[in-house]
């Protein structure tokens, strides 16, 4: 079965809902989606370090990343710019870098924010960066999918978004969508670049 990695920091749930989506949609194909998440980082206020998760998927390993043949990657924006602990994650990778372990692989990403206008779009480009620096193949969401013309809420051509607004409703119609089919262009991709080798 290939793997594809489904790596979000979520703190409130919205992010998180978005990579159930991108999950669905991975299943969708042969491959099977390995869901992980990052611990927050430590309280400054406080002692106390989190070592496994209360609930949830598991934290990430190194081996998750060597392991995979493809990645999603998911986080609330923060200043338009992903948020510390998976940013904290990411730098920890140079030893996968060095090692080209993600190289060729496919990635993409998600993001959630509270309001319409919250950095959407800047997150998402600064979370394919790193991605890109370890070689990764960028997947983002093409205009063929109708729901990218008609939401009035998250989805982007970078990567699918979920807008939470005060009320928190959940994901619309249109971003679980997107969020599918993201996780089902990721996957296929990934089939066509494993067959091709």
Known sequence: MTDILVLYYSRHGTTE???????????????????????????????????VPENGPPFVSKADLNECAG????????????????????????????????????CSVFTSSASMHGGQETT????????????????????????????????????ASHVSGLDNNGLSEHEKQLAMALGQRLATLTLQLEKSK
């Open 124 to 159: 998402l480009l600064t979370m394919a960066i790193p991605l890109i620096h370890h070689g990764m193949i960028f997947c983002g969401i093409p205009y063929s999918e109708s729901a990218l013309h008609d939401t009035q809420t998250g989805g982007t051509p970078y990567g």
């Open 71 to 106: 990645l999603a990657m998911g986080s609330p924006t923060r200043f338009g710019n992903m948020a510390a602990p998976l940013k904290h994650f990411l730098d920890s990778t140079s030893e996968e870098w060095l090692k080209g372990a993600l190289i060729d692989k496919p």
């Open 17 to 51: 809902a978005l990579a159930r989506q991108i999950a669905k949609g991975i299943e969708k194909t042969p491959c099977q989606a390995r869901i992980r998440t990052v611990p927050p980082l430590r309280d400054y206020q406080s002692s106390e370090i989190q070592h």
